[in-house]
């Protein structure tokens, strides 16, 4: 895809800033947006690399690249997770920042977007290596976060004891500040609902979606790429709304039972045993067998570009849920629409983790805590209200899910640019 929107450039995989760009630029030419302001609102507003030196564990040192890319705050602080994974690069977290600005913006809240990363392989890394590499990393951008400024929170491979070494790092050269990062543990000022949010929001958007589509939640049944946070309590919320989570995997393999995987039993048999293969009681298939599943709701929870030309056709699902970040190759989506198939974008699907990380920030902020009822009453609130936006966009101008969701989430950031007298 050109800059513009048009032509065609064959199909290949784009990274996430190839992806998100490709989708801004369709929404924006819908929207007739004028070019300087869409230059303006997609490019990242600021782009931080660092060189982390870390002491090994055996007096090795190791350097590495970490990245900051806060890509917008004109509608608040910048909000996003820290990614660890070895494949990580620049382009994902360019991507990934844009793709929270436009989450914040659909949701209603008032924050911008960023993201972080780090090129590094926490498998291979032990405890200790990992809370010296966050330290190292939080000190190098200790002066560009802060709890108005910029909010880091946990995604791929990072979770709340990351965040519990940031807050505390963090908090020894500027003060006490448990605003810094969200996903902390409840002990630290975590909020409660925030751990399983992300699942919890994804499950709720699958049963307003089946609701619409006159499938009854109990009848239906789901398959799910991807079991960690985000895939298990996704398969853990729609299992006690009554649905049949017929297959999961991880990187490892594929696990498939027409009548229901138990959910948690396949979490502590992953746990003991390091991937769902072989589980008792399911069949164990190669891990991208996943897609040719049969089931109602498909859920890809890994990672970006898990949807490709390879698999896009095998797809026999009547919806697919984007948990993850980018999972759909953009330039394999029209054959996938053209399959009848529903696509619910990430920007709305997996909304629900910095809709409770929002709460967290608001918590902290106040200094007073929430309990969890309220907490889910005002997720669902969120959620369900921003779901029915899109639906009614999509229905209006006849465009997808995403298109809309995108339509009203940049037009949304280019109002207040434009209010602010930015552009
Ligand atoms: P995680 O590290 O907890 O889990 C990732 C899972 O993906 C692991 O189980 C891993 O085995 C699996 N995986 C990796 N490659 C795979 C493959 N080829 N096939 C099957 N499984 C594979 O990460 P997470 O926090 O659950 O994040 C997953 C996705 O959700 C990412 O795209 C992330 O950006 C997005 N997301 C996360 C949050 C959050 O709150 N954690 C919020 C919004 C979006």
Same mark, same amino acid.
């Given at each position: 895809?050109?800059?513009?929107?048009?032509?065609?450039?064959?199909?290949?995989?784009?990274?996430?800033?190839?992806?998100?760009?490709?989708?801004?630029?369709?929404?924006?030419?819908?929207?007739?947006?004028?070019?300087?302001?869409?230059?303006?609102?997609?490019?990242?507003?600021?782009?931080?690399?660092?060189?982390?030196?870390?002491?090994?564990?055996?007096?090795?040192?190791?350097?590495?690249?970490?990245?900051?890319?806060?890509?917008?705050?004109?509608?608040?602080?910048?909000?996003?997770?820290?990614?660890?994974?070895?494949?990580?690069?620049?382009?994902?977290?360019?991507?990934?920042?844009?793709?929270?600005?436009?989450?914040?913006?659909?949701?209603?809240?008032?924050?911008?977007?960023?993201?972080?990363?780090?090129?590094?392989?926490?498998?291979?890394?032990?405890?200790?290596?990992?809370?010296?590499?966050?330290?190292?990393?939080?000190?190098?951008?200790?002066?560009?976060?802060?709890?108005?400024?910029?909010?880091?929170?946990?995604?791929?491979?990072?979770?709340?004891?990351?965040?519990?070494?940031?807050?505390?790092?963090?908090?020894?050269?500027?003060?006490?500040?448990?605003?810094?990062?969200?996903?902390?543990?409840?002990?630290?000022?975590?909020?409660?609902?925030?751990?399983?949010?992300?699942?919890?929001?994804?499950?709720?958007?699958?049963?307003?979606?089946?609701?619409?589509?006159?499938?009854?939640?109990?009848?239906?049944?789901?398959?799910?790429?991807?079991?960690?946070?985000?895939?298990?309590?996704?398969?853990?919320?729609?299992?006690?709304?009554?649905?049949?989570?017929?297959?999961?995997?991880?990187?490892?393999?594929?696990?498939?039972?027409?009548?229901?995987?138990?959910?948690?039993?396949?979490?502590?048999?992953?746990?003991?045993?390091?991937?769902?293969?072989?589980?008792?009681?399911?069949?164990?298939?190669?891990?991208? @067998?996943?897609?040719?599943?049969?089931?109602?709701? +498909?859920?890809? &929870? #890994?990672?970006?570009? %898990? =949807?490709? !030309?390879?698999?896009?056709?095998?797809?026999?699902?009547?919806?697919?849920?984007?948990?993850?970040?980018?999972?759909?190759?953009?330039?394999?989506?029209?054959?996938?629409?053209?399959?009848?198939?529903?696509?619910?974008?990430?920007?709305?699907?997996?909304?629900?983790?910095?809709?409770?990380?929002?709460?967290?920030?608001?918590?902290?902020?106040?200094?007073?805590?929430?309990?969890?009822?309220?907490?889910?009453?005002?997720?669902?609130?969120?959620?369900?209200?921003?779901?029915?936006?899109?639906? @009614?966009?999509?229905?209006?101008?006849?465009?997808? +899910?995403?298109? &809309? #969701?995108?339509?009203? %989430? =940049?037009? !949304?950031?280019?109002?207040?640019?434009?209010?602010?007298?930015?552009?």
């Amino acid at each position: 895809m050109t800059e513009n929107g048009k032509g065609d450039i064959g199909y290949r995989l784009l990274d996430c800033h190839e992806a998100a760009k490709h989708h801004f630029e369709r929404a924006a030419n819908r929207l007739k947006m004028k070019r300087r302001i869409r230059d303006w609102i997609v490019k990242p507003f600021r782009e931080i690399t660092v060189h982390l030196p870390v002491v090994m564990d055996d007096g090795d040192i190791q350097l590495f690249k970490g990245y900051r890319v806060q890509h917008n705050n004109t509608r608040g602080p910048y909000k996003g997770g820290l990614r660890y994974h070895p494949t990580v690069t620049l382009n994902d977290v360019r991507g990934l920042a844009a793709w929270m600005t436009w989450k914040t913006a659909l949701l209603d809240l008032p924050l911008g977007g960023a993201k972080g990363g780090v090129t590094c392989d926490p498998k291979k890394m032990s405890e200790a290596e990992l809370e010296r590499l966050t330290r190292k990393y939080t000190r190098a951008i200790s002066l560009d976060i802060g709890p108005s400024q910029d909010i880091p929170a946990p995604d791929v491979n990072t979770n709340e004891k990351v965040m519990a070494w940031i807050m505390d790092e963090y908090s020894k050269l500027r003060g006490y500040a448990p605003a810094v990062v969200t996903g902390k543990p409840l002990d630290l000022g975590g909020s409660p609902g925030r751990l399983d949010a992300t699942g919890k929001g994804v499950s709720i958007i699958i049963r307003q979606w089946a609701a619409d589509n006159n499938i009854a939640i109990e009848s239906g049944s789901a398959v799910i790429q991807g079991f960690g946070n985000v895939g298990y309590y996704t398969a853990f919320h729609l299992q006690q709304a009554g649905c049949r989570v017929v297959g999961i995997s991880d990187s490892g393999a594929c696990v498939y039972n027409s009548k229901g995987l138990a959910i948690e039993e396949l979490m502590n048999y992953k746990r003991e045993n390091g991937s769902v293969g072989s589980f008792p009681g399911a069949d164990t298939m190669d891990p991208e @067998e996943i897609f040719a599943l049969d089931c109602d709701f +498909l859920v890809p &929870a #890994a990672l970006e570009n %898990a =949807i490709t !030309k390879n698999n896009a056709s095998k797809i026999k699902a009547r919806a697919v849920f984007e948990a993850a970040n980018g999972p759909i190759c953009p330039l394999i989506e029209p054959s996938i629409a053209e399959q009848g198939i529903a696509i619910v974008p990430d920007i709305l699907a997996n909304s629900g983790g910095v809709v409770v990380s929002y709460f967290e920030w608001v918590q902290n902020l106040q200094q007073f805590s929430w309990n969890s009822k309220k907490i889910e009453g005002e997720l669902r609130n969120r959620m369900i209200t921003a779901y029915r936006r899109v639906v @009614e966009k999509s229905d209006a101008e006849k465009v997808s +899910l995403r298109l &809309a #969701a995108y339509m009203l %989430a =940049i037009e !949304k950031v280019a109002r207040a640019s434009m209010a602010r007298g930015i552009y």
